[in-house]
């Protein structure tokens, strides 16, 4: 099953190596040439496809954990000053994306939105420390029955070009659903208050819509 953030871009490459393997059927005679050119075209296409992969999690909902919103490997767990909205003391759970984790981002937990904000920036690499504050990135608060509010930020890589973020304000929403998509590697991170129990560590590999990644 893929994203339908990706139907676009695998139209358009299902098109383009069918052309490219036609052209060159037609005019590499050379045999070795000619099917190591139309195998680098398939490795594309694969790889296309993987990106824009969405596979189906079974998200056990429970509003008093926090679950990992994204695939990938946690980068940093730590105590920070959050100045864009809460102006206080924020536990930061950040998880990096490489381009081959699946990119959709899911709610941690049900709530309601109600901050959302798009910020364009820079393109360092996703675990760069200024990235979280300096890369291009949407920010979304998401107000809940046992944690109060929790933010969550999608950020752009050194790949990354584009952010999809359908959290608007106003929305009610359910852990484990699709809430964003972030196009060829990035970072997402998570404030969650300080007395919130951790339940991963350090370069630990998380699975989004699934696993707990805080609780009360």
């Known amino acids: 099953m893929f994203h339908k953030e990706g139907y676009k871009i695998i139209l358009t490459a299902t ?16 045999f070795w040439v000619n099917k190591i050119l139309a195998f680098t ?17 079974k998200t056990i909902i429970n509003n ?7 695939d990938g490997k946690v980068v940093v767990i730590e105590e920070v000053f959050e100045k864009e909205y809460f102006n206080d003391k924020r536990l930061q759970i950040s998880i990096f994306m490489s381009p081959l984790n699946v990119h959709v981002t ?9 901050y959302s ?10 675990w760069h420390p200024k ?28 790949m990354a070009r584009r952010i999809v973020n359908y959290a608007n304000v106003g929305l009610e929403v359910t852990q484990g659903e699709d ?7 990035s970072r997402v991170d998570v404030f969650l208050p300080l007395n919130t129990k951790v339940k991963v560590l350090l370069n630990d590999k998380v699975k989004g819509g699934e696993q707990i990644i805080a609780y009360q």
């Open 15 to 30: 098109f383009i190596v069918g052309i490219g393997i036609i052209l060159i059927d037609k005019f590499i005679e050379d």
């Open 41 to 57: 075209l398939l490795l594309f296409y694969v790889a296309i496809l993987q990106f824009f992969r969405n596979p189906k999690r």
């Open 64 to 70: 008093k954990q926090i679950i990992a919103p994204v």
């Open 106 to 114: 899911r709610y941690p937990i049900s709530g309601k939105v109600v």
């Open 117 to 126: 904000k798009y910020h364009p920036g820079k393109y360092l690499v996703a």
């Open 131 to 158: 990235s979280s504050e300096e890369n291009e990135r949407t920010t979304i608060v998401v107000n809940t029955p046992d944690f109060g509010e929790i933010m969550y930020r999608q950020i752009a890589g050194a």
């Open 179 to 185: 809430a964003g998509f972030i196009k060829f590697g």
